[in-house]
């Protein structure tokens, strides 16, 4: 049986250009060491006793360490495993300057026999460290793994601390958990919640974890001193088996700690992801995400109109507003589902000139999402036979030219688009994979029951996700925005708000990525315009700041984006209610600008707020909005450098 380090070394994890160990910075005991540095994070860690050990996890520029005491990292379990059988045995490590620096860990089991990869990797710029694990079974038989902790902190607070996170939201109002931690106290998470855990310890020091997977949660448990915590990552909870030559791929977990608040730890934590995660093809493409509209005739209100029949001259009119990307969903121009038996083939009868969705939409200059949802052919996606079939089906359809996008979602089907067990959950990744690799014009359109699935691993992947199946309510809509953009890049948050007429409802969608209702009047065509040329570009990559609190129909609410890149930013404010408490004028005060710096405002609405003030005065004082009068007002206040006078 072949050993896994080579496989992995020539799958790019690692080029080793030191001797195993050689490059390790100092042994002690018996034990190796290692400090691992991203701009934000220093964290060090041990192995000994064939245990690796995490002992120190601070803050670049912090002496405080949050480990009192070393923290074990969980390492995989055989089910049944007890003395000798399923024990680990630390082999060699490999230490490289590459993205930064990369360890790489290697165990062996001699019974039975397998092989353990673990590899951390601290990436240039802010953001965590990052640790993946791979199992490969080099035996005879089939090994059998038991639910395991892929990662485990023990960790102490100055204060004691507020456990941070949000909920992923399938439709409804979003939500945002901040507990404090008293004595004793417990908090387990699940699939519904984001997995990034912020502990914010006082107003000015904080750590994070997070896992990238769609499944799992976490477990946090303080003890009888609130300050000590102990906390778990749980991403796979299946008992799991692999055959001889297998391999089992454990879901890579971060480690961050930052100083700030809240929104600086987030927005570290995202910039990194932007960095080195995001969906290549949106970062690297100025143009995405896509303004993406239903199909339909000018005036639909998200019924999704088209056939074969439909005229070019629909898609041409769709083109004309300012829109990029085309929709058509499950129901087709005739009330049923575009497609025949869940096998993803159309209905010739409606299409009488052959599938020309995709074709009429690039005549108009256009690109053209498609929703295939369920699994093809009710498959099991858990096997690897319904994989294979699945991907063939997608990649076919591409080639001929069907869409650009493919839209998922989830409906009751033998076994869902992304099932709710490992393997399913493994194979769908693969099949975007196979894809993205393959086909550098494909993205992926993650709509799963409203973006139910907004784990780190499918943000990986996904150009956006829709957001909230809500699609009539902007108040609602800006509450998943407000909860998903502490973890998840806003550019990936997909509006999929339905009215397209009044700046208020626009101004909503421009938060994250956008989907409207068919809609052609001036006040569109001019958000349309703002947001491809000013709010776009600064959302890309940007930091965000939750100046204003959780949307709630009544009374003020907003959020700011600031782009250091592009030295740009944009605050988005509303007030839903003449009800507001606030009344007509509020101040606000802007956060992560730099004190004694000078920033010009450009009020898109009430021009006579326009001012220069510097970033002390904005963040101390704040900047007076009036004239916020009668229901759903709103206003976008553009902050640039001001020009230099000639």
Known sequence: MKSLLPTLLSLGFITILAATLSAQPGTDNGSHRWKLNTEDTVLQ???????????????KGDNWNWIKAPSSVPLPTLAGATGNYGKWQFLSAVSENIDGTKLVLHFVCKQPSMELTSVWHA???????????????????????????TAALNIVSR??????????????????HATSLAAGAHISTGTADIP?????????????????????????????????LSISANPVAEILTRAPGEKLDIPSNYYGAYRGDIDDGANRFKKWFWNHKITRSLHDNAGEPWVEVCMQEIGGTGATSVTGNTLQSVYNQLAATGAECVKLDFWDGTGKCWYTNRDWMYHPENWPNGFDYAEKAHRAGLKASLYMGGTYNDSNLTTIAARDAELQAVASRFDKGWFDMWRTDLYTAPSEPMPQTYDGVANFLYIQDQLIGSRPNYRYENCCNGGK????????????????????TAWKTRTTYYSNSFAINPVQLKSDLGPASTAYDLRTDMLGSILTWAADNPTYKQHIALYKHRQRPILRGCNVYHIMPMPDGVNWDGLQFYNSEIDKGSVFVFK??????????????????????????????????NCVMSGAQLMDTGITVSGMTGDNASEIIWISRPKAKP
């Open 196 to 228: 990034l855990l912020q502990i914010q310890d006082g107003e000015k020091h904080g750590l994070y974890f997070g896992f990238e997977w769609e499944l799992g949660g976490f477990e946090l448990q303080a003890q009888a001193d609130p300050r000590m």
């Open 45 to 59: 860690l041990i192995v000994h006793n064939d245990a690796i050990l995490i002992t120190s996890l601070k803050a």
């Open 159 to 176: 204060v004691a601390a507020t456990a941070h996170r949000a909920e992923k939201t399938a439709v409804g109002e979003g939500k945002v």
């Open 453 to 472: 699935y907004k784990g780190f691993a499918i943000c990986r992947r996904m150009t956006f996700c829709t957001m909230n199946d809500i699609d009539n």
């Open 123 to 149: 990436r240039p710029g802010p953001g965590p460290v990052e640790n993946v694990s791979v199992v490969l079974n080099t035996g005879l038989q089939p090994l059998t793994f038991a639910p395991t902790h």
């Open 576 to 609: 839903p209610s003449v009800k507001a408490t606030d009344g007509d004028t509020r101040v606000i005060k802007l956060k992560g600008l730099q004190r004694r710096t000078s920033y010009a405002l450009a009020f898109q609405d009430r021009t006579s707020l």
